[in-house]
């Protein structure tokens, strides 16, 4: 029972970050669910590609409460996000084919790397220049598959891609966040379904489909469908840039103690 509780403290923290900072709450939920499946010896050959899987479809669940929530905010760009579409499902597949294919080693670092650049560019606000417009449809297709890739291997909803990208076609920030959520849930459909295909012939702890485990999944997914319009009320209503430092921090804290873990 306590690892269900652990569960539902957990997707209710992602969930909440997710909604505030349109990111999915993957770059928390990974190395976190990893010390989980650790802790509960769960095959060590498979827990990193599990924490992957099982991050992606919660991040289906976040995603989708966010994107409602920032929707009815009038935040979200559907012609952006129907445009980028197609990209991201063929970058997802790419993703999760890949991520099958190497060791949990290289995933993890991966995983890590991905991390620092992450909580650096939050740390130091690094925003692009609002420099051109939004690209045609060659050019949205184009940025999803690569969105798509990256965040199917790191397991994220795309928020810490897309909304600089945005922010780089001469998009608002607001818009920006709305937007990136609302991308964040074809990227969690086809990231899930990459990971659940891939993983249909892997020994695992059941009950789980293919590298998604159902137990963390369901428990994450309760809590964070409830915070996460929170933290996109939050993000609407309050000053983050404080909270986004404090969130980087506490990224590189884990980043690291996962980067150790891999090279002991």
């Not at 966010?66 to 129907?82: D, E, F, T, Y």
Request: aromatic share 10%; proline share 6%.
């Amino acid at each position: 029972m306590e690892w269900y509780v652990a569960y539902l403290v957990l997707g209710a923290v992602a969930g909440f970050l997710g909604g505030m900072f349109g990111i999915g709450g993957g770059t928390l939920l990974v190395p976190i669910l990893l010390m989980l499946f650790e802790a509960q010896h769960f095959p060590p050959e498979s827990a990193m590609h599990l924490a992957l899987g099982s991050s992606m479809a919660i991040i289906l669940f976040t995603a989708a409460a966010s994107m409602r929530k920032h929707h009815q905010l009038g935040a979200v760009n559907w012609r952006v996000v129907i445009g980028i579409t197609p990209g991201i499902l063929l970058g997802t597949a790419l993703g999760a084919l890949l991520a099958a294919s190497v060791s949990p080693r290289f995933l993890a670092i991966f995983f890590t790397l991905f991390v620092y650049f992450a909580a650096t560019q939050i740390l130091l606000d690094v925003r692009p220049h609002a420099s051109r417009q939004l690209p045609g449809p060659a050019g949205l297709t184009l940025a999803g598959t690569f969105t798509g890739w990256l965040s199917t291997l790191v397991s994220v909803g795309g928020g810490i891609i897309v909304v600089p990208f945005l922010i780089w076609c001469n998009m608002p920030l607001r818009h920006a966040i709305g937007t990136a959520a609302a991308i964040g849930f074809p990227i969690a459909i086809g990231g899930t379904m990459g990971y659940i295909f891939t993983g249909m012939n892997a020994t695992l702890p059941a009950p789980h489909l293919g590298y998604v485990y159902l137990p963390a999944v369901l428990g994450c997914a309760l809590a964070s469908v409830i915070t996460a319009p929170l933290g996109a009320k939050t993000a609407h209503r309050t000053n983050v840039a404080l909270l986004r430092k404090l969130f980087a921090v506490l990224l590189l804290v884990l980043a690291t103690k996962l980067l150790l873990n891999v090279v002991a």
